[in-house]
T-cell receptor, first 110, second 111 residues
Framework: SQTIHQWPATLVQPVGSPLSLECTVE??????LYWYRQAAGRGLQLLFYSVGIGQISSEVPQNLSASRPQDRQFILSSKKLLLSDSGFYLC?????????FGPGTRLTVL | RKEVEQDPGPFNVPEGATVAFNCTYSNSASQSFFWYRQDCRKEPKLLMSVYSSGNEDGRFTAQLNRASQYISLLIRDSKLSDSATYLC????????????FGRGTSLIVHP
C-alpha cells in the first residue's frame, strides 16, 4: 500500500517570506500527484496536479508554484507568501480513481 | 450549480441512531464515486467506494442513483467515533481523472 509523507506538519511564516513544502510517496510508481489547500471550515481546493516528472498543471491562478523533480516527489513553493496563503496543505496520490492523502501541513502566515 | 453538492449540516444525532447523507453531482458522465471521512485537523481518508449495485461495509452502506445523479451514505447504530466530516467525491467525467470533492457534511454523534 502507498504511504505519503509530508513535512513539516506545521509552519508559521511571515508575510513575504518564501515557502517550500515537500511531499514524497512510497509504495507505488508513476502516481498522479496533487496539491490541495483547505482553508479553515472550507472544502478542498485543488491547486496543482501532475501526471509525471516535470509535468505540472495549475488549477487556479496564484502566487504558488509546484514542481515534480522525481517520480515520487512533489514540491509546493512560493517566493513571497501572502496572508491568504494560510491553510491546510494536503498532498495526494492516485493510481486509478482512488486518492490517498498525506498528513498535511498546517501553514499560518502572519 | 456546483459540480458536487452536499448539505453541510451539522447532523447532530444520538448514539445508536441511523443517519443518512446525500450528495448530488451535476455531470451525468461521471464514472467513479467515493465517500471520504475527515476528522478535525486531519487528512481525508477513503471510507468506501460507491458502486452501481451499492455496497455495504459493516454499519456503512453506500448507494448510487445514476438516474437522479446522487449518491448516499447510510450509517447505522452510530458511534461517538463516527463524528467527523464526510466528503463526497466524484471523478472520471469526460475522461478526466481529476476528482471533484464536495464540501462535506458534518456529523456529530452525542451520548
Amino acid at each position: 500500500s502507498q504511504t505519503i509523507h509530508q513535512w513539516p506538519a506545521t509552519l508559521v511564516q511571515p508575510v513575504g517570506s518564501p515557502l517550500s513544502l515537500e511531499c514524497t510517496v512510497e509504495g507505488t510508481s508513476n502516481p498522479n500527484l496533487y496539491w490541495y489547500r483547505q482553508a479553515a471550515g472550507r472544502g478542498l481546493q485543488l491547486l496543482f496536479y501532475s501526471v509525471g516528472i516535470g509535468q505540472i498543471s495549475s488549477e487556479v491562478p496564484q502566487n504558488l508554484s509546484a514542481s515534480r523533480p522525481q517520480d515520487r516527489q512533489f514540491i509546493l513553493s512560493s517566493k513571497k507568501l501572502l496572508l491568504s496563503d494560510s491553510g491546510f496543505y494536503l498532498c495526494a496520490a492516485s493510481r486509478g480513481n482512488e486518492q490517498f492523502f498525506g498528513p498535511g501541513t498546517r501553514l499560518t502566515v502572519l | 450549480r456546483k459540480e458536487v453538492e452536499q448539505d453541510p449540516g451539522p447532523f447532530n444525532v444520538p448514539e445508536g441512531a441511523t443517519v443518512a447523507f446525500n450528495c448530488t453531482y451535476s455531470n451525468s458522465a461521471s464514472q467513479s464515486f467515493f465517500w471520504y471521512r475527515q476528522d478535525c485537523r486531519k487528512e481525508p481518508k477513503l471510507l468506501m467506494s460507491v458502486y452501481s449495485s451499492g455496497n455495504e461495509d459493516g454499519r456503512f452502506t453506500a448507494q448510487l442513483n445514476r438516474a437522479s445523479q446522487y449518491i448516499s451514505l447510510l450509517i447505522r447504530d452510530s458511534k461517538l467515533s463516527d463524528s467527523a466530516t464526510y466528503l463526497c467525491v466524484v471523478t472520471g467525467s469526460g475522461g478526466s481523472y481529476i476528482p471533484t470533492f464536495g464540501r462535506g457534511t458534518s456529523l456529530i454523534v452525542h451520548p
